[in-house]
């Protein structure tokens, strides 16, 4: 299966943006990814927030060209629920040794939160060089995230957390970041949120 799986970079570079998902109600699940994707926003990360979460990943793997993955990945045991739905990548928040190596020796693609130069190192030390800088915004956003980025030139980055379509174009125009993170792009009739993921799919990095 590994063989065939997308490298966390080419997920990253699919689309500017990566909705952030927090489904209550699993019968929405997949109605929402067929919009986002019909929007151009294919890769989507499903929280593990809610107790619907696991079904919610199971019912957007059936939308024809959306790429599923698994977010707020907190421990071991979340990622063993999330693999027997087979998320194509998962996300945390943050980074611990037990959980980053379990994800890396699984071979799944991996983005974990990284908030200071500790975080990004413990990350290398497992091989890393993708991170999710989080909360983007309340973290130092753009600058912090380029004085951070300067001594770890190999790293690449999707921010997450308090990022806007306004906001967006400032941090794609820096080249170490991929895509960003967003839950701006969900809200509203399913109309409405293929409007906003058309909008999110056209911003240029």
């Known amino acids: 299966m590994s063989d065939t799986r997308l490298s966390i970079e080419a997920i990253m570079r699919t689309a500017p943006v990566i909705p952030v998902l927090v489904i209550d109600d699993a019968a929405k699940a997949r109605p929402l990814a067929e919009a986002l994707v019909k929007g151009g926003l294919r890769v989507l990360e499903v929280t593990m927030r809610t107790p619907a979460a696991?079904?919610?990943i199971r019912e957007m793997k059936k939308v024809p060209g959306a790429i599923v993955g698994a977010g707020t990945v907190v421990n071991t045991q979340q990622f063993?629920?999330?693999?027997?739905?087979?998320?194509?990548?998962?996300?945390?928040?943050?980074?611990?040794?037990?959980l980053g190596d379990a994800i890396v020796r699984s071979g799944v693609p991996y983005l974990p939160g990284i908030a200071n130069a500790g975080d990004l190192m413990r990350g290398m030390d497992l091989g890393l060089s993708h991170f999710k800088f989080f909360p983007a915004e309340t973290s130092g956003g753009l600058k912090a995230l380029k004085a951070l980025a300067a001594p770890f030139y190999q790293a690449k980055f999707c921010p997450t957390g308090?990022?806007?379509l306004a906001s967006a174009p400032e941090w794609l125009a820096f080249d170490p970041v991929l895509c960003v993170g967003g839950s701006w792009i969900a809200s509203g009739s399913l109309e409405?949120?293929?409007?906003?993921?058309?909008?999110?799919?056209?911003l240029p990095r």
């Open 54 to 56: 696991l079904e919610a």
């Open 80 to 98: 063993e629920q999330v693999m027997k739905e087979d998320a194509e990548f998962i996300v945390s928040p943050g980074l611990t040794d037990r």
């Open 162 to 164: 308090g990022i806007s």
């Open 192 to 202: 409405e949120v293929e409007a906003k993921a058309r909008e999110a799919a056209a």
